[in-house]
């Protein structure tokens, strides 16, 4: 069965700084997808930022990049510049070929002025 | 991006009664849609996959007969809590895929947040 694990409850960076969320996963499956959601007050999820587990390639978009350890089975997000509509909860997901997801604990990140 | 849509946002209901939350794909069709239950400051749970045309797929723990689903067409797809309790109160997202898998992404619904009195 697939896993995945948030080890950071809750963080709070400034304005501008760097954020780095943890995530690992655990799965038997050679070929699955990782995403990074954001979900903020609204409710509705937001995919931020995935990757495929082929690829060797960090992804990135815009401000979000990923650190893609597949041996170490690690996915970190990276956001720079922080703004403060960066603000939600950030779930990190695995999946496999049944497009299932299966969603971390949550981080909940907090951009403060 | 395609979008998803979902009603009610949220729901009051007394207990016993039963509640429909639809789902529907607005611009796209899916073939396969998911229903996912978050109680609050938790994650989002897996409850069942939804396929166009047969019997919804229910994960470990969910009652399949108080969780009706229903995929009648390639838009649209229903839950139905029944004989809802005050622990069923929850807030439920459904997903749907947009073309083929390979493209890795899912679109989510704005959510129902259920509340039984």
């Known amino acids: 069965a697939q896993t995945v694990t948030q080890s950071q409850p809750e963080m709070s960076v400034q304005e501008a700084e760097t954020v780095t969320l943890s995530c690992t996963y655990d799965?038997?499956?050679?070929?699955?997808?990782l995403f990074w959601y954001k979900q903020p007050p609204s409710r509705q999820m937001i995919l931020v930022i995935r990757?495929?587990?082929?690829?060797?390639q960090n992804a990135t978009e815009n401000r979000f990049s990923v650190n893609f350890q597949k041996a170490a089975k690690s996915f970190s997000l990276k956001i720079s510049d922080s703004q403060l509509g960066d603000t939600a909860m950030y779930f990190c997901?695995?999946?496999?070929?049944?497009?299932?997801?299966?969603f971390g604990q949550g981080t909940r990140l907090t951009i403060n002025p | 991006g395609a979008v998803v849509s979902q009603h009610p946002s949220w729901v009051i209901c007394k207990s016993g009664t039963s509640v429909k939350i639809e789902c529907r794909s607005l611009?796209?069709?899916?073939?396969?849609m998911f229903w996912y239950r978050q109680f609050p400051k938790q994650s989002l749970m897996l409850m069942a996959t939804?396929?166009?045309?047969?019997?919804?797929?229910?994960e470990q723990g969910v009652e399949k007969d108080k969780f009706l689903i229903n995929h009648a067409s390639l838009t649209l797809s229903t839950l139905t809590v029944t004989s809802a309790h005050p622990e069923d109160s929850s807030f439920y997202i459904c997903?749907?895929?947009?073309?083929?898998?390979?493209?890795?992404?899912?679109?989510f619904g704005e959510g129902s947040r259920l509340t039984v009195l």
């Open positions: 990757q495929e587990a082929y690829k060797q």
């Open positions: 997901a695995s999946s496999q070929g049944a497009q299932k997801l299966v």
């Open positions: 799965t038997s499956e050679s070929n699955y997808y």
């Open positions: 611009d796209f069709q899916a073939t396969t």
């Open positions: 939804s396929n166009e045309g047969s019997k919804a797929t229910y």
């Open positions: 997903s749907a895929q947009a073309g083929q898998w390979n493209t890795g992404e899912l679109f």
